[in-house]
């Protein structure tokens, strides 16, 4: 099983950026696919998750500022990210969860002030 996050980088507050996991090895329609965060010092958050149905829950505090999706036919779950802030600075990571959890390596995002 292979989960692999892309798509981070630098970008400037206000600024938007979309992150990808494509994943291998599992049956992705089947998974719960998730965004997790962790910022430097903190605990890793959920940020939202994608249920196999395709229904999208957020974290409270990111309500409107990002969207998750999924495409069943490329194995790939996205994290559309706008009016980036500073604190949104932070490591990203996904999540494929049914019966079993798996977790990608990470892609960071740095938004500057």
């Known amino acids: 099983v292979q989960l692999q996050a892309f798509g981070g980088g630098l970008v400037q507050a206000g600024g938007s950026l979309r992150l990808s996991c494509e994943t291998s090895g599992i049956i992705f329609s089947l998974y719960k696919m998730s965004w997790y965060r962790q910022a430097p010092g903190k605990q890793r958050e959920l940020v939202a998750f994608i249920t196999s149905g395709g229904t999208p829950k957020y974290a409270d505090s990111l309500k409107g500022r990002f969207t998750i999706s999924r495409d069943n036919t490329k194995n790939t779950v996205f994290l559309q990210m706008n009016s980036l802030k500073p604190e949104d600075t932070a490591v990203y990571y996904c999540?494929?969860?049914?019966?079993?959890?798996?977790w990608g390596q990470g892609t960071e995002l740095t938004v500057s002030s």
């Open positions: 999540n494929a969860n049914w019966r079993s959890h798996y």
